[in-house]
């Protein structure tokens, strides 16, 4: 049976605990903004309309949310003032104008919450009938929730911290602050609802004590870790700290080596593929997708990168926007900037920096260069210390390196230069003019050897320093 299932989600708060500029659901855990979890696990339950309630910098929140919400519809309602908990829930009414069923009520702050335990607590709410069912937590340390209040067991309601007796803040489970609740219930309940005494905030916790009243109110406890709700920034680390382990063991059971999972980073966006192994300190990024089979040393980064199956990626390289093909190897002590395109068996050695540069098939560029603003044609060799001088100051020129160019050692190319096919280019040459197919370009002074004149000049100095001597 098809049960309708709308989803409003709270954005709009001020944050203030955590003093920042940013506002809070934007703050980003593993790659994403905090109000993408709570959202992203409202979609997959089916919800829609999804509506998140945004307020305070609300141009900035909507910004962010629409670029990972592209295609997919997501709705947004406005909390012209902060005036609580429940009165963000109504600045979303509109927005479900007509909508009977049951509505999913999220905090843009609990990121950890997971779908199982949502699933649970929709089956008993929709089992039991119920007005109103929501998560429950028992916290050892409950400072800052609102408490569950029971008499014989029974939830009668939830009191917040600030209002709590010394007695209440005693208790131990919390309110997690997720509920679900059906329609005509929710917008009549919060129709009565009045402002907090002390606060003059519109508390959504006040719909339990009417629920309870009124009939079936279900609860369904979560793990303590699960219902962590994000106020401050400790409690941000703590999230990353959980966040960063899921993502870690749900890599590893379909197949990742992660050999030090307590320092080694995978962002939610990142995919990795069967067999792919993380070194310590390993920190992959952004979209980045790793094909089958890749090998990420000991202290690397990359953010979104393409890399293809069997590339290695020895220690400490960083590489953020590249695409490298199959079996390349980079590094130790590379670094690939965005716009790198490596094709296949690519090798690039430590110290070798690319910036919008293509390498085709078995381009070898081992030591100490810069190659940016550069095609290099299929399996040429970049000798050590190789630059293009792509930059005149003013603008930035490219280069085109044929196929099986072999250029040596301390060479600049100054850009917009293009070398032909086969040619060479002889160590320490100041590349300015093109260079033909086949052709070797020499640019260099002719060394002269001055005989025996290092054995003169020792046997001068000695002799300087004796007579020197008092
Ligand atoms: C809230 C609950 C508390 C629960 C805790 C769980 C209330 C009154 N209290 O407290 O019982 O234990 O969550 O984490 O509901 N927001 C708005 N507009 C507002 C105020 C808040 O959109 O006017 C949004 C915030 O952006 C946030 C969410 O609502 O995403 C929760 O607000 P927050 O201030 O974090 O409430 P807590 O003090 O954590
Ligand atoms: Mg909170």
């Excluded at 919390?174 to 059906?182: E, L, S």
């Excluded at 907090?196 to 109110?217: F, I, S």
Aim: aromatic share 6%.
């Amino acid at each position: 049976m098809f049960h309708p299932l709308a989803a409003i989600v709270l954005c709009a708060g001020k944050g203030e605990r955590m003093h920042s500029l940013l506002p809070k659901t934007l703050h980003p855990l593993l790659g994403k903004p905090l109000a993408y979890w709570p959202l992203s696990l409202a979609e997959k339950l089916g919800a829609t309309p999804l509506v998140a309630v945004l307020g305070h910098q609300r141009e900035q929140v909507e910004k962010s949310l629409r670029t990972v919400w592209e295609k997919a519809p997501l709705h947004f309602a406005i909390q012209e003032e902060q005036r609580g908990t429940a009165d963000a829930v109504l600045a979303a009414r509109q927005a479900l104008a007509g909508f009977e069923g049951d509505i999913l009520l999220m905090a843009g702050d609990t990121p950890l919450l997971k779908e199982g335990s949502l699933q649970t607590l929709l089956s008993m709410h929709r089992e039991t009938g119920a007005l109103l069912s929501f998560l429950t937590s028992h916290m050892k340390n409950p400072q800052g929730y609102g408490r569950v209040l029971r008499q014989e067991g029974k939830v009668v309601a939830i009191i917040e911290e600030k209002n709590a007796t010394q007695e209440q803040r005693a208790l131990c489970e919390i309110n997690a602050g997720c509920y679900v609740a059906k329609a005509s219930f929710l917008w009549e309940a919060l129709a009565l609802l009045l402002p907090n005494a002390l606060t003059g905030e519109l508390y959504l916790t006040d719909m339990v004590e009417m629920a309870a009243k009124a009939g079936v109110l279900q609860t369904h406890a979560i793990e303590e870790e699960e219902a962590l709700g994000i106020n401050d920034r400790q409690q941000l680390a703590q999230a990353t700290a959980c966040m960063r382990q899921h993502i870690l063991y749900a890599h590893m059971r379909a197949g990742v080596t992660v050999f030090c999972p307590q320092t080694t980073w995978v962002e939610a966006g990142a995919q990795l593929g069967r067999d792919c192994m993380l070194g310590p300190n390993v920190f992959i990024g952004g979209n980045s997708i790793l094909e089958e089979g890749v090998r990420v040393e000991q202290g690397a980064m990359v953010v979104d990168c393409h890399i293809a199956t069997g590339v290695h990626i020895k220690p400490y390289s960083v590489l953020e926007g590249a695409t490298v093909g199959p079996g390349c190897v980079v590094g130790p002590f590379a670094r690939l900037r965005p716009g790198t395109r490596l094709g296949e068996a690519v090798h690039i050695g430590n110290f070798v920096e690319t910036k919008n540069a293509v390498l085709h098939r078995g381009v070898k560029a081992n030591h100490l260069s810069y190659l940016g603003d550069v095609d290099i044609g299929e399996a040429s060799n970049m000798g050590a210390g190789t630059i293009m001088c792509n930059y005149d100051g003013f603008a930035k020129h490219r280069s085109v390196i044929g196929k099986a160019v072999f250029v040596g050692s301390d060479v600049q190319l100054v850009s917009p230069v293009q070398v032909g096919d086969g040619a060479w280019v002889a160590a320490g040459t100041t590349v300015t003019k093109n260079i033909p197919d086949n052709a070797l370009a020499i640019s260099r002074s002719p060394q002269h050897n001055k005989l025996d004149y290092a054995l003169q000049l020792k046997e001068k100095k000695q002799k300087q320093k004796q007579n020197n001597k008092p």
